[in-house]
């Protein structure tokens, strides 16, 4: 019973993982990882030690990159934070009111009035906000990548054992 348990909770934190690849709130790659423990901790399924700390410290750098990713594309093509900041609300709205084109859209129109409210001119106000969308966007790409990793080989081991 308790290891039906432990099994679907790490599964769910899996799935989670993969969603917060897309959804800034919650941590993809910290959840994938935590699932990925909890399976771990289900007798008879274990994970070699460098397995889990190579995925844990993958774990942390990612989410780490993530947030720099971001500010980094903001900055590299002339934005502020406000057009930063506005990217991620673009995202949030985005993915929760016009799926699934919100993803790309959102971002870049949150930067794009954000940058249009910091008094800058269109010209401007649109690098920066394509910049910020590709920080997002690369972001969100290598969160998935690893969250999909983490899947992927705690289902082999549920599965082929």
């Known amino acids: 019973m308790a290891e039906g348990l432990l099994i679907a909770l790490g599964l769910l934190l899996l799935a989670a993982g993969v969603l917060g690849a897309f959804i800034p709130v919650l941590p993809g790659p910290p959840l994938s990882f935590a699932g990925m423990l909890l399976i771990h901790l289900t007798p008879g399924y274990s994970f070699s030690a460098n397995l889990l700390i190579t995925f844990g410290a993958l774990a942390v750098i990612i989410t780490i990159i993530d947030f720099l990713l971001p500010v980094f594309g903001t900055r590299k093509t002339g934005g502020s934070k406000r057009g930063m900041y506005g990217a991620a609300i ?3 709205v985005g993915i929760f ?6 993803v790309i859209v959102g971002p ?10 910091n008094n800058k001119d269109l010209g401007p106000a649109t690098r920066a906000a394509f ?11 290598l969160k998935f990548a690893y969250s999909f990793a983490v899947v992927w080989v705690a289902l082999r081991l549920l599965i082929f054992g």
């Open 97 to 102: 009111f016009f799926p699934p084109a919100g």
């Open 90 to 92: 673009g995202l949030v």
């Open 108 to 117: 870049f129109v949150g930067a794009l009035i954000a940058e249009l409210s």
């Open 131 to 141: 910049g910020s969308l590709l920080g997002l966007l690369a972001g969100a790409l």
